[in-house]
């Protein structure tokens, strides 16, 4: 869909602007110059005053004519000038989501949040307010319905659990590393990810030199006193690969990186279900794996079906261990399943 959109006020958010209108939109193609083939035009105005900001969204349809809107207020000092790039941030965002909605008759659960690290804001609320302050906020501030607010709430509680001085770590690092393959591209990905079929030779390139970044970043870690409290196996989905490149990562891995055996927490992403296969899981198990995160899409068949994925999610079993079976960005409360 081609959107033309005209910023008065501010020239700024075109990242947010963007995943704003993807929530209600496939294939959104936005200029900030005039477009005569637009489908939609938006008119976003920002106007800015000593304590607050007020933005304000028309959207019109060119093709019927129909117009919605949308505005917002938001508190904003100007001796604060982070926060209130935030409130400009979060007050744009509102005004559009509000238009849109209006527009589609879509109610977005998540508000504004468009990001792939909810819990992230959850924690840095939970540092400096309680839960019903931390509910409130999500409710008022980012527009997340009581029913998300509640799974952020209880998704972040849990993490503490695991981690209960979250806040308070020092000389620790948590580790991410990233296998950039899927099976097939996924329509709705943002994500830096290849399509694995057809690119083994990238993809056998590339886990060369993952395993020589492995040693490297382990002798690093080593020599500046570092401990590891997690480690996690992102993507791309990493369970593309083959359960053989699995096991040679997993070894390396033990090699290179200090004190192993403390580290609290190893996950390993399998976005797409129909990539888990019994030789992984077998490795997955061999070298302690203690958490795989799902993405729940067979539930949503139609939604799912044309990213490529065609094989449902069959649980597997993890025998004499418990695992904790989690989805990605939709963040459903964490499921723990035994064998």
């Not at 900030?32 to 939609?40: C, F, G, R, T």
Request: charged share 25%.
């Amino acid at each position: 869909m081609q959107i033309e959109v005209n910023r008065i006020g501010f020239s700024e958010l075109t990242t947010e602007i963007f995943h704003i209108s993807r929530l209600f939109f496939e294939d959104v193609d936005i200029q900030y110059s005039p477009l005569e083939a637009a489908y939609l035009r938006m008119e976003i105005e920002l106007q800015q005053e000593e304590r607050n900001v007020t933005a304000t969204v028309c959207v019109k349809d060119m093709k019927h004519g129909a117009t919605w809107t949308g505005s917002n207020v938001r508190i904003a000092d100007r001796s604060d000038a982070l926060a209130r790039k935030a409130a400009i941030r979060r007050s744009v965002c509102t005004a559009l989501l509000q238009a849109l909605q209006e527009m589609t008759g879509l109610e977005q659960p998540w508000g504004i949040l468009t990001g792939v690290r909810p819990t992230k804001l959850m924690h840095n609320l939970l540092q400096k307010h309680d839960r019903t302050e931390c509910f409130d906020i999500l409710r008022e501030q980012y527009l997340v319905n009581e029913e998300k607010a509640n799974l952020l709430l209880d998704v972040a509680e849990r993490q503490l659990r695991v981690i209960p001085d979250l806040f308070h770590l020092e000389h620790e690092v948590s580790v991410y590393i990233g296998i950039p393959f899927c099976p097939t591209k996924c329509a709705y990905c943002t994500f830096p990810a290849f399509d694995i079929r057809g690119n083994n030779g990238s993809v056998h390139s590339f886990l060369h030199g993952l395993h020589e970044e492995l040693r490297i970043m382990g002798q690093w870690m080593k020599d500046a006193g570092l401990k590891i409290t997690t480690i996690y196996w992102g993507g791309g989905t990493p369970t593309s690969i083959t359960a053989e490149e699995m096991d040679a990562l997993f070894v390396t891995m033990h090699e290179s990186f200090p004190r192993m055996s403390a580290m609290r927490e190893l996950t390993v992403e399998a976005g797409r279900p129909d990539t888990i296969t019994p030789d992984k899981i077998e490795v997955m198990k061999k070298w302690s794996v203690d958490r795989i995160s799902i993405t729940r899409r067979a539930s949503r068949r139609r939604r799912w079906m044309p990213s490529g994925a065609t094989t449902p999610w069959r649980n597997s079993s993890w025998r004499g261990r418990w695992a904790w079976i989690t989805s990605t960005w939709t963040s459903s409360s964490a499921c723990r399943m035994k064998a």
